[in-house]
């Protein structure tokens, strides 16, 4: 039996490849939380509104789910080709400028002159070229725009935004803004209102949707369950990450799912004594310490010792989960307070 407390080795053992998706930590998983956001973003298409807001704690796995999962699954729900320009805001500060916000754009819109040095109106105009060319592409009058970090905006880009939503309007083109931003974006609507930009967050901030973790035992085994059928390691191989990683482990009945509660009691226990927010854990504690198990697993040890409580609850302990949590308790004391 490998003692797994005590390990000389390298996590990562030396036959397993390092392109493999767990080693890279280039996957994502499906979770509840990625159903009820395409499922919110498609009612708002269908209701054709202007603008609504995904907003969660950091770490949840919001952008995973905007990169990975939302062009596929909102396609499909719409069924076919939606015209979606996903762009990930990164504070400018004082470089802030119309042009770099159009460049931007452009940029996140693979226009293919996107890095020419253009004035900033030549920029506008390409991209409103752009997006009516994509909107027509999807054989309708409406062009989807996804801003990941929106918490980041500055009031004058959201201005310019509302610019650009005027005049595609004029051009029969609805502009469908959608912000994921983290959890202080809650107060963005009242805040963008008293500082002078009311017209901002009538357009495109009066709708909006928690992004949560996972919440239950259940949720965790869903999620859980995907390393045990739902991914697959090499491309077109059938082998899932945990049949592949812990292949003597798999023959003896050993499944990721299985580990829910187990988990789920370390996530609790690894808490502050003072923690009082919601029960709702983000999905880099869950894909960071099944990561560590897989390929421990995956190096020799025990499987029935590396998943013993006392070991899931070292691992989430040694994962940052307190200070993350803590932060989540501290903003919805927050939220809270705002709301009395």
Same mark, same amino acid.
């Given at each position: 039996?490998?003692?797994?407390? %005590?390990?000389?080795?390298?996590?990562?053992?030396?036959?397993?490849?390092?392109?493999?998706?767990?080693?890279?930590?280039?996957?994502?998983?499906?979770?509840?939380?990625?159903?009820?956001?395409?499922?919110?973003?498609?009612?708002?298409?269908?209701?054709?509104?202007?603008?609504?807001?995904?907003? #969660?704690?950091?770490?949840?796995?919001?952008?995973?789910?905007?990169?990975?999962?939302?062009?596929?699954?909102?396609?499909?729900?719409?069924?076919?080709?939606?015209?979606?320009?996903?762009?990930?805001?990164?504070?400018? #500060?004082?470089?802030?400028?119309?042009?770099?916000?159009?460049?931007?754009?452009?940029?996140?819109?693979?226009?293919?002159?996107?890095?020419?040095?253009?004035?900033?109106?030549?920029?506008?105009?390409?991209?409103?070229?752009?997006?009516? *060319?994509?909107?027509?592409?999807?054989?309708?009058?409406?062009?989807?725009?996804?801003?990941?970090?929106?918490?980041?905006?500055?009031?004058?880009?959201?201005?310019?935004?509302?610019?650009?939503?005027?005049?595609?309007?004029? @051009?029969?083109?609805? @502009?469908?803004?959608?912000?994921?931003?983290?959890?202080?974006?809650?107060?963005?609507?009242?805040?963008?209102?008293?500082?002078?930009?009311?017209?901002?967050?009538?357009?495109?901030?009066?709708?909006?949707?928690?992004?949560? #973790?996972?919440?239950?035992?259940?949720?965790?085994?869903?999620?859980?369950?995907?390393?045990?059928?739902?991914?697959?390691?090499?491309?077109?191989?059938?082998?899932?990450?945990?049949? #592949?990683?812990?292949?003597?482990? *798999?023959?003896?009945?050993?499944?990721?799912?299985?580990?829910?509660?187990?988990?789920?009691?370390?996530? %609790?226990?690894?808490?502050?004594? %003072?923690?009082?927010?919601?029960?709702?854990?983000?999905?880099?504690?869950?894909?960071?310490?099944?990561?560590?198990?897989?390929?421990?697993?995956?190096?020799?040890?025990?499987?029935?010792?590396?998943?013993?409580?006392?070991?899931?609850?070292?691992?989430?302990?040694?994962?940052?989960?307190?200070?993350?949590?803590?932060?989540? %308790?501290?903003?919805?004391?927050?939220?809270?307070?705002?709301?009395?």
């Amino acid at each position: 039996m490998v003692d797994t407390d %005590n390990r000389t080795e390298p996590l990562v053992p030396r036959h397993v490849s390092r392109d493999h998706p767990v080693v890279t930590r280039d996957y994502s998983l499906f979770t509840p939380a990625i159903h009820d956001m395409v499922d919110s973003i498609a009612g708002w298409l269908d209701d054709q509104v202007d603008g609504a807001t995904i907003y #969660g704690p950091s770490r949840y796995g919001k952008s995973s789910a905007v990169d990975n999962w939302l062009p596929q699954l909102l396609s499909e729900r719409h069924g076919g080709y939606v015209p979606m320009v996903i762009w990930s805001h990164i504070d400018a #500060g004082s470089q802030n400028s119309m042009g770099r916000f159009y460049a931007h754009l452009l940029d996140a819109s693979r226009h293919p002159l996107a890095r020419s040095v253009k004035s900033p109106l030549d920029r506008q105009r390409m991209l409103i070229e752009r997006w009516i *060319w994509m909107a027509h592409q999807g054989g309708g009058h409406f062009m989807v725009l996804v801003v990941d970090e929106a918490q980041s905006m500055s009031q004058r880009e959201w201005i310019w935004l509302v610019e650009l939503h005027s005049t595609l309007e004029k @051009l029969r083109v609805r @502009l469908c803004v959608f912000s994921v931003a983290s959890l202080q974006f809650f107060d963005e609507p009242t805040g963008m209102a008293l500082s002078g930009g009311a017209h901002v967050a009538a357009r495109f901030m009066l709708e909006s949707k928690r992004f949560h #973790g996972v919440r239950s035992v259940d949720e965790l085994r869903y999620v859980l369950n995907c390393y045990d059928e739902s991914t697959e390691w090499p491309l077109n191989s059938g082998v899932s990450f945990t049949a #592949g990683l812990a292949q003597k482990a *798999w023959a003896e009945g050993f499944r990721m799912a299985n580990q829910a509660e187990a988990l789920m009691r370390a996530l %609790n226990d690894s808490l502050d004594k %003072n923690y009082d927010g919601p029960q709702d854990f983000p999905m880099r504690t869950i894909a960071q310490v099944s990561r560590h198990v897989l390929l421990r697993i995956a190096g020799g040890a025990d499987w029935r010792v590396t998943t013993s409580d006392s070991s899931w609850l070292k691992l989430v302990s040694q994962s940052s989960h307190k200070a993350l949590m803590a932060i989540v %308790n501290a903003t919805a004391h927050r939220r809270s307070h705002s709301k009395s």
